[in-house]
C-alpha cells in the first residue's frame, strides 16, 4: 500500500472508521456463496468490518492490514483472527495457501500487477479473487453530490476509484471467469453519523482542520433536505469484479 503513504494515514482516525464506515449488507452472502471451512484470506482487512462478516459465514480468515492503528481495532474486536502486517504486494504465505482472496475498498491503494500476481500466487487453483467497493450509489443525483465532499477537486493526491477491475493485459494470465457483480442497498444513518463518515475518507484525512469542519458543513447543508426527523435513507451499492485463479 504506497501511493505517497496516503493509504497508510486511516490509522489517525481508525476507531471512527470502524464506527461509521459501511458493513457489508446482508446480500453480499449470495455474492460470496458457501465459505464454511474455507480458507479465506482478506487483503486490505483495516479494522475488521468485512472479517467479522466473513466469519459469520463460516470462513478460516486471515487479515492482512500493513497499518498498526488499523489492524490494532481489527486485533481488539477480533481477538481470535489471525492479523498480519504485511502489504499486498508482498505476502508471508506459501504457494497456494488459500481458497478465496477478497479485497475490499482498497484495490486503489495497491501496486499493480504486483499485488494481483501476489494474490494469484497464494490463491489455490480454482480458487476465488473478490476485488469489491462498498459505498455510495454514484448514479443516484443527491448522495453523488454530496460524495464529491470527500476529495478536494484541486487535490493531486487523490486516488481514481472504479467500481470493477479489468483482468486484461497484465492482469489475465493467472485469472479467468472473470464477472461484475453488483448489490444495491440502502444504509440507514443519522445525519450526524453521515457527516463524521466523511471525517474517515482520505480526502479529509490529509486536511487541516479548519478545512475538514468547512468541508462537513458542506455535507450537512446539502443531506439536511434529505432527512427525516434526523435520519438519512444513503443509497448504497456493494460493486466489483469476481475472477477464478486458472490452474497452474
Known sequence: MT?????????????????????????????LGDLEGLDVLEVGAGT????????SLGARLTA????????AVLRRRSPQIVAIAAAAEAMPFDDASFDVVLVSSAW??????????EMARVLRDGGQLFVLWNGFSRDVAWIADVA????????????PRGWRVAFDGDLQDPF???????????RVMSTADLVALFSTFSGAIIRDDDDRRAMQDEV?????????????????TLRGTVVRRRAR
Open 3 to 31: 501511493y505517497d503513504g496516503r493509504g497508510l494515514r486511516f490509522g489517525a482516525v481508525a476507531e471512527d472508521y470502524d464506527r461509521y464506515r459501511p458493513s457489508p449488507p446482508p446480500e453480499a452472502a449470495a455474492i
Open 48 to 55: 475488521g468490518l468485512w472479517t467479522r462478516f466473513l466469519e
Open 148 to 159: 464529491e465532499l470527500r476529495e478536494r477537486p484541486d487535490d493531486p493526491s487523490k486516488r
Open 176 to 186: 479467468d471467469d472473470a464477472r461484475d457483480v453488483e448489490v444495491h442497498w440502502v
Open 64 to 71: 492482512v492490514e500493513p497499518d498498526d492503528e488499523m489492524r
Open 220 to 236: 450537512r447543508r446539502r443531506v439536511v433536505e434529505h432527512e427525516r426527523g434526523g435520519v438519512v435513507d444513503v443509497p448504497m
Open 108 to 117: 486503489h491503494w495497491f501496486e499493480q500487477p504486483a499485488a494481483a500476481m
